[in-house]
């Protein structure tokens, strides 16, 4: 799984962003989400632009903390702890809603 997030990282060459705290909203952690499955939460991670997918696949799935995470990217700390932030933010948004998308 790493070898081949590292291989997709390499092919399409994903730009992280940086952001500042003051910048980035804190989603509400207590916000309910109806009742998802397991497949309905494989789509919505697929769907994620690849470098969000890279780092909460590194982190969630594979172990890694922010600081092995940045190493094996070449990002800062900071990169990856914001591109983790908005995959959390993006697929909490998608499955509140329910807007799961095809695999690109």
Do not use: C, W
């Amino acid at each position: 799984m790493i070898n081949r997030s590292l291989d997709h990282v390499k092919k399409k060459r994903v730009q992280f962003e940086e952001v500042s705290e003051r910048t980035m909203k804190i989603p509400d952690e207590n916000e309910e989400i109806d009742e998802v499955d397991v497949e309905q939460i494989n789509k919505a991670i697929r769907s994620l632009p690849d470098g969000y997918r890279t780092v909460l696949s590194l982190y969630l799935i594979e172990g890694y903390d922010h600081d092995e995470i940045s190493e094996i990217l070449g990002i800062s700390n900071a990169a990856s702890r914001t591109q983790f932030s908005r995959a959390k933010s993006k697929l909490r948004e998608m499955l509140k809603g329910k807007e799961i998308f095809s695999y690109n």
